[in-house]
């Protein structure tokens, strides 16, 4: 026998920490303008092109969830679901220009993937007996989530001093998602003596783009000079985020948080 839980879905996005966030990035960005040498910062740059290669850790996580309730056996029933994505690597990938002085145009690019875990819970009703109802608790692994960003960023070079300079730079950020999510959630008898039930999920992949920010820092170390090429080490830190919808097959749109505390090291060149 299969119990009826209707149509409604209720999806929750993790708390939005945007704001906050973004005003501990800016202060962290201004301390770190603020704590370069004077003589850094009115050091002509002369390079014409410049980026590298990362691979980076993306700090914080999210979560959907899902909730709703049913009638079956002339009572009341709910089913809930919780899918977490946890902090997970991606790669980096930055090439810009000077454009005047020693400002620069940067376009970055991130991707990543990451795999979820769905937590279901709830009650069903008994088929026998009044007020007597049965737990739900199952697990459903590898719910995927791919993300990917092109960060758009302007800048200020300060080259400290032959071998080392800071890239500091702020900009829109550009993002496209896809993401497994639960569509449906069936509740099944399984038979006797009726004391379980069996949940029988509906998964779906949604896609949603998203306009967000970024700013951060970006430090290199030279290693080899030939000519005007340079390349070196570096590492970096980016304040990044936005948040994207995701459409359901009963039409309801749910929220969720892209990006992140993304910190890195790789390649870099200049020329």
Request: glycine letters at 10%; aromatic letters at 10%.
């Amino acid at each position: 026998m299969v119990a009826d839980p209707g149509n409604t879905f209720i999806y929750k996005g993790a708390k939005n920490v945007m704001h906050r966030t973004l005003r501990a990035a800016m202060t962290a960005v201004a301390l770190l303008g603020a704590s370069l040498p004077a003589a850094a910062q009115s050091t002509p740059w002369e390079d014409r092109v410049f980026g590298g290669i990362s691979f980076a850790f993306e700090g914080g996580a999210d979560d959907i969830s899902e909730s709703r309730s049913f009638t079956v056996y002339g009572e009341n029933g709910t089913v809930s679901s919780t899918t977490d994505f946890d902090a997970d690597a991606l790669i980096d990938l930055t090439v810009g220009a000077r454009v005047w002085q020693n400002a620069g145009v940067a376009l970055a690019y991130t991707s990543k993937s990451s795999t979820g875990v769905a937590d279901i819970t709830g009650s069903v009703p008994h088929p026998l007996f009044f007020d007597r109802p049965r737990a739900i608790a199952e697990t459903i692994d590898g719910i995927d989530r791919d993300e990917s960003a092109i960060h758009l960023q302007f800048g200020w070079m300060f080259p400290v001093n032959d071998r080392i300079d800071v890239f500091v730079y702020l900009g829109p950020s550009f993002y496209d998602m896809s993401q497994e999510v639960v569509t449906d959630l069936a509740v099944a008898e399984q038979g006797p003596p009726v004391t379980t039930v069996v949940v029988q999920p509906t998964i779906q992949e949604r896609e949603d783009g998203a306009t967000g920010y970024n700013l951060g820092a970006d430090a290199t170390y030279m290693l080899y000079t030939r000519d005007r090429l340079r390349v070196g080490v570096g590492a970096f830190l980016r304040f990044t985020g936005a948040t994207a919808e995701l459409t359901l097959s009963d039409g309801n749109r749910v929220q969720t948080d892209l990006g992140g505390t993304q910190f890195g090291f790789g390649a870099r060149f200049r020329f």
